[in-house]
Structures are given as structure tokens and as C-alpha cells.
């Protein structure tokens, strides 16, 4: 094999592995509605270390639900920082079920 080949053979298995890591991001990416939650709870959900903010990373996918639809429909209330409940009555049924499968599926430690 010369280096012309070498460099092409390279080159396609670049685009090969890029093109495949975008489509795993597409399929198992962070959701979008993820901007609002990371402020507090940190994109891996261990809140930055801040007390204020409960670490939800490794909590069960239903219990983030459950968290969620309680907020929305007041039957939990916020204890001293309201924008978690307000945070929740703007999200769709699809956005909570891929916020909590995300959070859900990040390592507790
Ligand atoms: C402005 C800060 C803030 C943002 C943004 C925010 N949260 Fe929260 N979250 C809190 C606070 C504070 C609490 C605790 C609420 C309380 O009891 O007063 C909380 C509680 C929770 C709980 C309950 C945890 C438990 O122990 O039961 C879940 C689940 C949760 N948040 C998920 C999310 C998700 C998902 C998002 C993004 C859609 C989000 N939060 C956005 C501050 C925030």
C-alpha cells in the first residue's frame, strides 16, 4: 500500500467514525430541554456541589417523573427556590421523560 492509499484509507475511516458519532449523538444525546435543568443541577446532576440544589444524577427515571408532573400540578411546592415548580410547568410530556431518562442514566457518586 503506498501513502496516497494510506492517507485515503485514514481519511474515510474519519468520516466514518464522525459521521457515526453524530448519529449516536442524535439517538442518544443529551436532550435540549437539558439547558434549563444544568444551571442548577449540573449536566452530570450533582448541582456543581451547591447544597441549594438536590442531586438528582442516578435518581430512577420514574422518580424524576413523578418529581416533575408534582411540581406541575402544585402537589409538591417548592421550597425556597419557586423556579424548580415554574421550571416544571413549561416542559412537555416528551421532555420529561427525556430529561429523566438522562439524569436517570448519570453516574451518582
Ligand atoms: C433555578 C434552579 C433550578 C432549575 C433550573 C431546575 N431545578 Fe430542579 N430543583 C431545584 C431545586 C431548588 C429543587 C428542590 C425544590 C424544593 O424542594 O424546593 C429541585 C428539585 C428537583 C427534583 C426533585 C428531586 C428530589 O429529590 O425529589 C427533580 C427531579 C428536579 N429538580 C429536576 C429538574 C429538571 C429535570 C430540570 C430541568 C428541566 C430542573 N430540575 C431545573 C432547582 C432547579
Known amino acids: 500500500m503506498n501513502s496516497k492509499h494510506l492517507a485515503g484509507f485514514y481519511w474515510v475511516r474519519l468520516v466514518l467514525i464522525s459521521s457515526l458519532l453524530a448519529v449516536t ?42 418529581a416533575i408532573y408534582a411540581y406541575k400540578d402544585a402537589a409538591r411546592k417548592c421550597r425556597s427556590v419557586p423556579l424548580m415548580c415554574d421550571m416544571a410547568k413549561g416542559l412537555s410530556d416528551e421532555e420529561v421523560v427525556g430529561v429523566a431518562e438522562y439524569y436517570g442514566t448519570q453516574e451518582r457518586f
Open 25 to 66: 449523538n442524535l439517538a442518544f444525546g443529551s436532550p435540549p430541554v437539558l439547558d434549563k435543568c444544568v444551571a442548577c443541577h449540573g449536566a452530570d446532576g450533582h448541582a456543581h456541589g451547591n447544597m441549594a440544589f438536590p442531586v438528582i444524577a442516578g435518581m430512577p427515571p420514574a422518580h424524576i417523573e413523578e
